[in-house]
């Protein structure tokens, strides 16, 4: 019988850890010539010592970049694209929606450079 409390707190300390997976992740999100490969890196010399960081095991995705062994066994990922999936572009449209029909002077200021959504139709030319 497995212990799923007591076998997953190892992987769950990894990931919510001051310099865990989703910390490392949201550091490098910020800094624009981060890439997946110096993510990687980050991950292998903050978490590389633990029992549960292993390397990659997977017979599917031979692009895998580190392991994770809890009670589900052992489980590994790919890194590649975490980075840009991580990014949360604000809507166009919404962005719009802030420029141009709110009544906060501040939230107009914060977005005064963002091109936003056209509010016009371009026309063809020719026409």
């Not at 949360?88 to 450079?113: A, G, I, M």
């Amino acid at each position: 019988m497995v212990d799923f409390g007591m076998d997953l707190a190892a992987a769950i300390i990894m990931f919510e850890k001051p310099m865990g997976i989703w910390a490392i992740l949201e550091e490098e999100s910020l800094f624009p010539k981060a890439t997946d490969k110096s993510f990687e890196e980050k991950l292998k010399a903050s978490l590389g010592k633990l029992p549960v960081f292993l390397k990659p095991q997977s017979k599917t995705d031979k692009n895998a970049h580190f392991a994770i062994s809890h009670y589900a066994g052992i489980v590994s990922y790919n890194v590649t694209n975490w980075l840009e999936k991580n990014k949360d572009p604000v809507n166009d449209s919404v962005v719009e929606v802030f420029k141009s029909t709110s009544s906060c002077v501040l939230l107009v200021h914060l977005w005064r450079d963002h091109p936003g959504q056209p509010t016009t139709t371009p026309k063809e030319e020719g026409k």
